[in-house]
């Protein structure tokens, strides 16, 4: 008996530890959203994106610094290997110029691989539909819990959900990775996943406090970790699988969906650690009882005895 308590105890204090932690992140990613920003993609800025290749090696650093010799205007270099780069350009750049001279440089060997435009009215209007489809998702999630668990439950889960999204895009803004379309579409997947993790975890503490209505020997404590137990295989089961099948996509895809692959599997990682640490621990620290759910059940057995 004693060491069965002693490992619920160190288990709390695991989560509890987790929780700490998982804070730490949401302010650390708060931070960094606040003094750096996002680097916006081409998708929300607007303006020219030339993707070419050179012959012969060269470092981002040097290559910056020969085109900045003819290319009058901002731009930003972005490497995908040595001899594959990426620049991106305001709108009123002049691409015309830079470009005939960086084709022209035998020492470079340089060849355009593909070049596109996006006007800036176009990008305003992805980043608002973006962003609505976002909190759309977010109002649906929340209802949808509101519906489904007893309050502190529910707030657990939606808190795991926010803590996720704030993770990510901090990660964006400290490493000033490119935040285009295909990151906020990961956005979206990771409401689900990290969703999806949470309701298993809130219906099986659901469950075991329905079941101890007559003894109510366990303590919460006991009944939480007793949940994340019971799930904990299924769950690093589920996250390793999906981890996987997202690093071949972040190693194998190239850089179109590159910053989606990076988002996904950082979501997955936090999403697993809030729906422990914050989904399950979250509702324990605001009072949650077995009378939460007991009173809940007597509600609808009168109910169904009210009935003719």
Same mark, same amino acid.
């Given at each position: %008996?004693?060491?069965?308590?002693?490992? %619920?105890?160190?288990?709390?204090?695991?989560?509890l530890? *987790?929780?700490v932690?998982s804070?730490?992140?949401?302010? $650390?990613? &708060?931070?960094?959203?606040?003094?750096?920003?996002?680097?916006?993609?081409?998708?929300?800025? *607007?303006?020219?994106?030339?993707?070419?290749?050179?012959?012969? =090696?060269? /470092?981002?650093?040097?290559?910056?610094?020969?085109?900045?010799?003819?290319? =009058?205007?901002?731009?930003?270099? @972005?490497?995908?290997?040595?001899?594959?780069?990426?620049?991106?350009?305001?709108?009123?750049? /002049?691409?015309s110029?830079?470009?005939?001279?960086?084709?022209?440089?035998?020492?470079?060997?340089?060849?355009?691989?593909?070049?596109?435009?996006?006007?800036?009215?176009? *990008?305003?209007?992805?980043?608002?539909?973006?962003c609505?489809?976002? $909190?759309?998702? %977010?109002?649906?999630? %929340? +209802?949808?819990?509101?519906?489904?668990?007893? !309050?502190?439950?529910?707030?657990?889960?939606?808190?795991?959900?926010m803590?996720? &999204?704030? &993770?990510?895009?901090?990660?964006?803004a400290?490493?000033?990775?490119?935040?285009?379309?295909?990151?906020?579409? /990961?956005?979206?997947?990771?409401?689900?996943?990290?969703?999806?993790?949470?309701?298993?975890? #809130?219906?099986?503490?659901?469950?075991?406090?329905?079941l101890?209505?007559?003894?109510?020997?366990?303590?919460?404590?006991?009944?939480?970790?007793? @949940?994340?137990?019971?799930?904990?295989?299924?769950?690093? +089961?589920?996250?390793?699988?999906?981890?996987?099948?997202?690093?071949?996509? !972040?190693?194998?895809?190239?850089? =179109?969906?590159? #910053?989606?692959?990076?988002?996904?599997?950082? *979501?997955?990682?936090v999403?697993?650690?809030?729906? +422990?640490? +914050?989904?399950?621990?979250?509702?324990?620290?605001?009072?949650?009882?077995?009378?939460?759910?007991?009173?809940?059940?007597?509600?609808?057995?009168?109910?169904?005895?009210?009935?003719?």
């Open positions: %008996m004693n060491k069965a308590t002693e490992k %619920m105890s160190t288990a709390t204090r695991l989560r530890s *987790g929780l932690l804070i730490l992140l949401v302010v $650390f990613s &708060v931070l960094g959203i606040a003094t750096k920003g996002l680097n916006f993609g081409l998708d929300f800025t *607007g303006g020219y994106l030339t993707e070419f290749t050179t012959s012969v =090696p060269i /470092s981002k650093v040097e290559l910056a610094a020969k085109i900045s010799g003819y290319h =009058p205007d901002n731009f930003t270099l @972005s490497a995908q290997s040595s001899q594959h780069f990426q620049l991106r350009e305001a709108e009123q750049a /002049s691409t110029v830079w470009l005939a001279t960086v084709t022209q440089d035998e020492t470079l060997g340089a060849e355009v691989v593909s070049s596109s435009y996006l006007g800036s009215q176009v *990008g305003d209007e992805l980043f608002e539909q973006g609505l489809a976002l $909190f759309a998702a %977010m109002v649906a999630v %929340m +209802i949808y819990l509101a519906l489904r668990f007893e !309050w502190r439950l529910a707030l657990g889960a939606v808190v795991a959900l803590h996720d &999204v704030i &993770v990510v895009v901090g990660l964006f400290w490493l000033q990775l490119d935040f285009n379309l295909t990151v906020l579409a /990961s956005l979206l997947a990771i409401i689900g996943y990290s969703l999806n993790d949470s309701i298993i975890v #809130g219906d099986r503490v659901r469950e075991l406090l329905r101890d209505t007559k003894k109510q020997q366990a303590s919460v404590n006991t009944v939480i970790d007793e @949940s994340i137990k019971s799930t904990l295989t299924r769950t690093l +089961i589920t996250s390793g699988t999906t981890l996987a099948t997202v690093a071949s996509v !972040w190693l194998l895809a190239g850089a =179109p969906l590159q #910053g989606f692959a990076i988002a996904l599997f950082v *979501g997955i990682v999403g697993t650690l809030s729906s +422990i640490c +914050i989904a399950a621990t979250l509702p324990q620290l605001l009072g949650l009882r077995h009378e939460n759910y007991h009173i809940k059940i007597d509600e609808q057995s009168q109910a169904l005895m009210d009935m003719p």
